[in-house]
């Protein structure tokens, strides 16, 4: 179980900004969006004192953040015995260009929550975080799909991280480039960039009477507005 959380979440020595501190945001609105919205979380501890980082699908229920896996899974397996981890999103909105190169920067939108995870060992957890997961990935999905059996759920790790520690990080607006080189004559400006689902594409061996779900007709990621 994770502890009642403040909002905004105090902020420690180590989710304190101090570079672009205007940035950063500690309040549960913005990180939970944020980690709403992001496809991919990459979640990073140390094994005997080395940096490992995986690219991992994650859910969010309250101020927990599930990540599962095959229960061979080094990272699970790793983090469920209690060592800490840091797992960060983000969300790029645009390639900022500046007539230096020096200035080029991005419009982004990340997060990064500390922790220390825990196995979720409960079935019933186990499964409600499951359904998370999948439904972070495409809202719908896990009403429209068969649930783990028994040895599913067996052969699946989910841990859990308290979203108690963690920052937001965001970057908006066009690029600055210094006074002397605004009248160079480089294009300057900000070229958006989003995640957009395309047209679905039927499996090779989907029954003729299987129609198109309402949540594949548009599908948009949760508070991406579109
Ligand atoms: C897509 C993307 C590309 C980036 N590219 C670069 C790059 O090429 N070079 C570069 O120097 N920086 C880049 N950044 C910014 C980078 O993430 C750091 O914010 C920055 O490097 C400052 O690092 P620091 O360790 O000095 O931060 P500090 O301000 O010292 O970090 C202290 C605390 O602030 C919080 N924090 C810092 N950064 C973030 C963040 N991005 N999201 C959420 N919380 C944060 C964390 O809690 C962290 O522990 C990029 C960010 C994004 C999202």
Known sequence: MTPDT???LDVTARTRLRRHAERGHHDRATIDAILDEALVCHVGFAVEGRPWVVPMLHGRDGDRLYLHGAVG???LR???TGVEACATVTLIDGLVLARSAFHHSVNYRSVMVFGTPW???DDQEKRAALDVI???VLPGRADDSRPASPRELELTTVIGIPITEASAKIRTGGPVDDEEDVALGHWAGVLPLELR???PIPADDLADDVVLPAYLAD???PGSGR
């Open 219 to 221: 599908p948009r990621r």
């Open 119 to 121: 196995l979720v060992d």
């Open 134 to 136: 999948v439904d972070h």
């Open 73 to 75: 899974n080094h990272l």
């Open 197 to 199: 689902a395309g047209e």
């Open 78 to 80: 790793s983090l469920a």
């Open 6 to 8: 403040p909002d905004p």
